[in-house]
C-alpha cells in the first residue's frame, strides 16, 4: 500500500524538487545573457563588477544583481579559468546564496560553484570567507580560483597557519578571504585578547561558505577551539587540600571502581568541610556553595589520586615526576599528563615538585563560531541524513542537487563474514583480482591503525604496489589521491583521507604537470611535454573505464551513513562508470555492538561455512538501522554539549563586546566613575544594614573596606557620631571624597594618559577575572552532573550557578578596578611604555576522528597572540623605547635608569 505522502511526491514531487524548479526561470535568464557577455571584452567584462557596486550604493539589493552578476561570472570563469559552470552548478550557486547546504556529489566541482555566490556577496564590500578543513586546500583553491575573480577586480587573501598578525589583517581586508576553520576561530579568540583596535585582525562576521560542510560542522563540532596558558602557581592548595585525606575513613567516601569515580559521602562532606574550616581554606556555610566551586576540585580530586589510583599500577615516580602507565598496554606514557588538575593532585600525594596545570586563556566551538555570521552556506557530498542537525543548530536547510550526468555506478550489498580475519582474507583476494585487471582501487578503513594493519596483510601476501593514506600530510595526500584512478593503482586512506580533492580516472593531468614539470620554463618544450602526459593520461582513462571504472571497497561500517556515503561517492565522478562494496564481519566494532553474537549464533545455524559470506539487501537494511541509532545518540550528545556551551557563549559575547566597548571608548572616567559608585554602594550596604540605628552600624569594617578599596583614611566612626546622619550622608560622603581624590590623581597625570592607564587596568582586570572565570565554569561542569541525584535537572543548575559566578566576577571587576586606579601612579615616562600585549598560549583542537592535537607536535606551534619582537641590548636606543622591541619584565630597563623594567618605563605601580 502506498503511503500519503509517497503519493503526494509523486504527484507534486518532493518539497526539494520544488524549490530547485522554482530557480529554473533564473537558470534561463542567465543563459539568455550569454551570447551578449561573450561579445564583451576582458576590460568590459570586469568593468561590470564596479557598475554592480554603484548598483548596491543606489539601493539595488543582491537579489536584483543575481542574474546578471552568475552570468558575469560563468562568462569570466570561461576565460580566466577554461572552465563554464554547468546550469546545475547555477543552481547549487543559488542554494547557496540563499544561506543553505548544496549537497553536490563528489566530481561535480563544488569549488567552482563557490564562486557564483562568493562573488555576488564580495560586491558588498564587507568581505566573504570560503572555510576549507586544510591549509592546502585554502591555498590551493584561492589561488586557483583567485584567478577568476582577481580578472573581475575583487581582491583575494588565503590565511594559513604560522602567518604574523599584519598578513592576517591584510588578508582579512579583501572582497573575499579562504581560510581553515581552525584559523579562523583561533583569529577570533586572539582578536578577543588585544588590548587595541588597531591589533586586530578580522573585521567582521558577514558571510561565509563552508567546504566540507559536514566535516567542519559536525564531526570537528564535537570539541572545542582552545587557548591555553600555565595557570598561576596552586602548588599550596594542592599540599593542604592532599594533607588533608588520610584524616578520612572507608564509610566517608564511595568508590566506583568500573567507573573510575569516587565521591563523598554524607559524613565525609561534613567531616571534609570541618578539616577545611579549621584549615582556613573554605568559606561560607557549605562545601557546596558557589564561592568553594574550586574547592569541591580540589578535594574530589585528592579523594582520587588517593582512593582510586595506585603507585606502580596506575602511576611510577621516577626522576621526581609522575609518569603515567598505559592500562592497556603497561607501557610508561613520558610527557603525558592528566587533566584538570588530577595530575597536581598525584604530585602532592607523592610529595613531588608540582607543575603548574594549563588553564583556559579563551575558547570557542565551532557551533557558537560559525552562529556568529550574518549568513552562511555550506557545500558537502554528504549532508541529507544530518539535515536535522544542520537545521536545528545552524538554521540550515539541505538543499540535493542533481548531477550534470546520470550516476552510473554499481554499489553492491554488503558482504559479512564471520570473524575478522575471514573478512580480511576476502578483502586481499579481491583486492588482487580487482587490480591484476588493472581496476583503479580505493580501499576506505576506520582509522590508522587499521590502514596499517590492511597494507601489512597485502605486503605479506606479496601485493607490494599500493599507496597508504592517514589523513596527515593534506599536500602529499592530494597528489596521491588525485592519482588514485590510474589503471591498477590500490590506495588505502582512512575515511577523511584526501576530502577535497577529485579522483579523475587516468589521473589528474594538472597535478601530473605541476608534479613533473614543476619550475620548467614555458615554451615549446614545455608545451610539448605538457601535451604527451595529457595523451597518456587519456589512454589511461581509456584502460580504467574498459576496467569497470573506480573500485571503492569499504573494509569496514563506519557509525555515520555519511561517512559511508561519502566514501562511495569518491566513485562514479561525472557519469563515469564505477562500483562500490563494504566487507563487514561480526567481530567489526559496529556489528559488535549491534547483537552479534545472536546474529553469529543464528549463521551457525543457517550452516555458514568459514570463508563463506553472508549477502542480503536486509543486512544492509539492518545495518542503516543501527547506524541511525548511533547518529540519533551523537546528535543528543552535541546537543547537550551545546546547551552548556551556550551558557558559558552568552557571557562570553556580553565580556567580548564590553572589551570593544572599552577599546573603542574615548574617555572611560565615567566608566570607572559608575563603578566606584557601585563599589560605594556595595560597602555602605555591608556594613549598614537597612533602617538600622547608627551603634549598629559596622564602621570599623566600613573604614577597612575604604582604606582597601578606595586607599582612603577616612573618620569613619567620627562621622557615624555625628547628631542625625544616615546611611545616605555616608555614601555621599565617601562618594565626594573618592571623586576628588580621582579628580587630584587625573589632573595630575593628565587626560591622554589617564585614559590609557583606565583602558589598560580595565582590560587587563577584565581578562584575568575571566580566565578565572573561564576555570570556575569548568569545575562547575565537571561536578554538576552529580545535581541529577537529587532529581534536580543538571543543566539549569548550571545555568543558575553560572550567572552567580558571572554576577560574582561582575563585583569583582568593579572592586578591583577602582581599587588600583585609586593606588595607581605614574613612573617616570611611561607613557612612551609599548601597549600591553595578550599573553602568549598554546592552540588546541583535538581532532575527534583521531583524538590528536591539531596544533600538537610537528603540526604546528605555539600560537603567538602577539609576536613579540626580540631585540638585541646593544641595538636598543635608551633614549627611544621604539627601538626596545619585546623587555622582559624583570630586566634591567633599556634607559640605563638601573631599575627593573616593570618598575621603570614598562609599569604602573
Known amino acids: 500500500m502506498v503511503s500519503f505522502g509517497a503519493l503526494a511526491r509523486k504527484v507534486f514531487g518532493s518539497s526539494n524538487d520544488r524549490r530547485l524548479k522554482a530557480m529554473r526561470p533564473r537558470i534561463e535568464a542567465i543563459n539568455a545573457m550569454e551570447n551578449e557577455l561573450e561579445a564583451l571584452s576582458d576590460a568590459e567584462l570586469a568593468a561590470r563588477t564596479v557598475k554592480f557596486r554603484e548598483d548596491l550604493a543606489n539601493g539595488a539589493k543582491l537579489e536584483d544583481l543575481l542574474v546578471p552578476a552568475f552570468a558575469t561570472v560563468r562568462e569570466a570563469s570561461r576565460r580566466a579559468l577554461g572552465m563554464r559552470p554547468f546550469d546545475v552548478q547555477l543552481i547549487g550557486g543559488m542554494v547557496l546564496h540563499e544561506g543553505s547546504i548544496s549537497e553536490m556529489k563528489t566530481g561535480e566541482g563544488k569549488t567552482l560553484v563557490a564562486t557564483l555566490p562568493v562573488y555576488l556577496n564580495a560586491l558588498e564590500g564587507k568581505g566573504v570567507h570560503v572555510v576549507t578543513v586544510n591549509d592546502y586546500l585554502a591555498t590551493r583553491d584561492a589561488e586557483w580560483m583567485g584567478r577568476l575573480y582577481k580578472f573581475l577586480g575583487l581582491s583575494v587573501g588565503v590565511i594559513v597557519h604560522g602567518m604574523n598578525d599584519d598578513q592576517r589583517r591584510e588578508a582579512y581586508a579583501c572582497d573575499v578571504t579562504y581560510a581553515t576553520n581552525n584559523e579562523l576561530g583561533f583569529d577570533y579568540l586572539r582578536d578577543n585578547m588585544k588590548y587595541e583596535r588597531g591589533q586586530m585582525v578580522q573585521r567582521g562576521h558577514n558571510f561565509a561558505i563552508v567546504d566540507e560542510v559536514d566535516s567542519i560542522l559536525i564531526d570537528e563540532a564535537r570539541t572545542p577551539l582552545i587557548i591555553s596558558g600555565p595557570l598561576d602557581d596552586k602548588s599550596d592548595m594542592y599540599n593542604a587540600v592532599d594533607a588533608l585525606i588520610p584524616n578520612l575513613v572507608e564509610s566517608d567516601y564511595e568508590i566506583d571502581e568500573k567507573q573510575r569515580t569516587a565521591t563523598f559521602t554524607e559524613e565525609g562532606t561534613e567531616k571534609m568541610e570541618n578539616l577545611l574550616r579549621e ?36 602511576y611510577i615516580v621516577r626522576n621526581g615526576e609522575i609518569v603515567i602507565i598505559d592500562e592497556f598496554t603497561g607501557r ?155 589503471p591498477g593503482a590500490v590506495t588505502i586512506a582512512t575515511n577523511m583521507a584526501g576530502r577535497g580533492t577529485d579522483i579523475q580516472l587516468g589521473g589528474n593531468a594538472d597535478m601530473r604537470i605541476a608534479n613533473e614539470l614543476g619550475d620548467m620554463e614555458d615554451g615549446p618544450e614545455r608545451k610539448k611535454k605538457e601535451e604527451a602526459i595529457r595523451a597518456d593520461i587519456k589512454a589511461l582513462k581509456e584502460k580504467a573505464l574498459a576496467a569497470g571504472g573506480l573500485y571503492v571497497l569499504a573494509t569496514e561500517r563506519h557509525e555515520s551513513r555519511r561517512i559511508d556515503n561519502q566514501l562511495r561517492g569518491r566513485s562514479g565522478r561525472q557519469g563515469d562508470p564505477g562500483r562500490s562494496k563494504f566487507y563487514l564481519s561480526l567481530q567489526d566494532d559496529l556489528m559488535r555492538i549491534f547483537g552479534s553474537e545472536r546474529m553469529d549464533g543464528m549463521l551457525q545455524k543457517l550452516g555458514l561455512q568459514e570463508g563463506e559470506a553472508i549477502i542480503h539487501p536486509w543486512i544492509n537494511k539492518a545495518l542503516e538501522k543501527a547506524q541511525k541509532k548511533v547518529e540519533a545518540r551523537n546528535f543528543d550528545i552535541r546537543k547537550n554539549l551545546l546547551k552548556y556551551d551556550d551558557v558559558m557563549n552568552d557571557q562570553r559575547k556580553v565580556v567580548f563586546e564590553q572589551r570593544l566597548e572599552l577599546m573603542d571608548g574615548e574617555s572611560l572616567t565615567e566608566t570607572v566613575a559608575e563603578m566606584r559608585q557601585d563599589v560605594i554602594d556595595d560597602m555602605v550596604a555591608r556594613s549598614i544594614p537597612e533602617k538600622a540605628y547608627a551603634e549598629q552600624w559596622d564602621t570599623e569594617k566600613l573604614k577597612e573596606d575604604v582604606r582597601t578599596h578606595l586607599n582612603l583614611d577616612l573618620p569613619v566612626e567620627e562621622w557615624a557620631k555625628e547628631e542625625g546622619i544616615d546611611e545616605e550622608h555616608i555614601r555621599e560622603r565617601l562618594t565626594e571624597a573618592a571623586d576628588k581624590a580621582a579628580a587630584e590623581r587625573a589632573e595630575r597625570f593628565g587626560p591622554d594618559i589617564m585614559t590609557y592607564v583606565e583602558k589598560t587596568v580595565l582590560l587587563q582586570t577584565l581578562d584575568h577575572l575571566w580566565r578565572e572565570h573561564l576555570v570556575n565554569l569548568d569545575h562547575l561542569r565537571s561536578v554538576i552532573g552529580f545535581r541529577g541525584y537529587a532529581q534536580r535537572d543538571p543543566l539549569n543548575e548550571y545555568k543558575s550557578e553560572a550567572f552567580e559566578l558571572f554576577q560574582a566576577m561582575l563585583a569583582n571587576l568593579r572592586q578591583a578596578v577602582t581599587a588600583q586606579l585609586m593606588r595607581v601612579e605614574l613612573v617616570r615616562e611611561a607613557a612612551d611604555a609599548p601597549p600591553p600585549q595578550a599573553p602568549d598560549g598554546e592552540g588546541v583542537h583535538v581532532d575527534a576522528t583521531t583524538g590528536e592535537n591539531d596544533f600538537g607536535e610537528g603540526d604546528g606551534d605555539t600560537m603567538t597572540l602577539a609576536p613579540p619582537r626580540q631585540v638585541a641590548a646593544e641595538d636598543r636606543n635608551p633614549d627611544d623605547p621604539s627601538t626596545w622591541g619585546k623587555v622582559g619584565r624583570n630586566e634591567a630597563c633599556p634607559c640605563g635608569s638601573g631599575k627593573k623594567y616593570k618598575h621603570c618605563h614598562g609599569a604602573f605601580a
Open 279 to 314: 584549615a582556613g581554606l573554605m568559606k561560607g556555610e557549605s562545601l557546596y556553595d558557589i564561592e568553594n566551586v574550586a574547592i569541591v576540585h580540589h578535594a574530589n580530586n585528592a579523594l582520587r589520586a588517593h582512593r582510586l589510583f595506585q603507585k606502580d599500577k596506575d
Open 332 to 486: 610508561m606514557m613520558p610527557g603525558r599528563r592528566y587533566s584538570e588538575g588530577l595530575h597536581q593532585a598525584l604530585e602532592a600525594k607523592e610529595h613531588v615538585a608540582i607543575q603548574p596545570e594549563n588553564q583556559t586563556l579563551a575558547s570557542v566551538t565551532f557551533q557558537n563560531y560559525f552562529r556568529m555570521y550574518s549568513k552562511l552556506a555550506g557545500m558537502t557530498g554528504t549532508a541529507a541524513t544530518e539535515a536535522e542537525e544542520f537545521g536545528n543548530i545552524y538554521g540550515l536547510d539541505v538543499a540535493e542537487i542533481p548531477t550534470n550526468l546520470p550516476i552510473s555506478r554499481a554499489d553492491e550489498d554488503d558482504e559479512v563474514y564471520r570473524t575478522t580475519e575471514e573478512k580480511y582474507k576476502a578483502i586481499v583476494d579481491e583486492i588482487r583480482a580487482a587490480s591484476s585487471k588493472g581496476q583503479p582501487m580505493l580501499v576506505g578503513t576506520t582509522s590508522i591503525e587499521k590502514s596499517e594493519y590492511l597494507a601489512e596483510r597485502l605486503r605479506a601476501e606479496g601485493i607490494t604496489s599500493f599507496q597508504v593514506l592517514n589523513a596527515r600530510h593534506h599536500e602529499q595526500e592530494a597528489l596521491i589521491v588525485a592519482q588514485a584512478g590510474v
